[in-house]
């Protein structure tokens, strides 16, 4: 895609795939209540979306 075709409010990014496996990444808009959460939890907001999403989902790809 041209970038002159991307209507604004639009994020593109550019992947180079170094490697012979298939690569997707996901984006996703923090919920508010994750926010809360990690506050409450006295984690970074990091910290909790690591051990509360990514740990869990790379265990049962």
């Not at 209507?7 to 690569?23: L, M, R």
């Not at 808009?29 to 909790?48: C, F, R, T, Y």
């Not at 509360?52 to 265990?59: D, G, I, N, R, S």
């Amino acid at each position: 895609m041209n970038t002159k075709e991307t209507k604004s409010g639009w994020v593109t990014f550019n992947f180079e795939n170094a490697s012979p496996s298939d690569h997707f990444f996901l984006l996703y808009k923090v919920p508010e209540a994750a926010i809360q959460s990690a506050d409450e939890a006295g984690e970074s907001l990091l910290e909790l979306w690591h051990s509360a999403l990514t740990t869990p989902f790379q265990e049962n790809f």
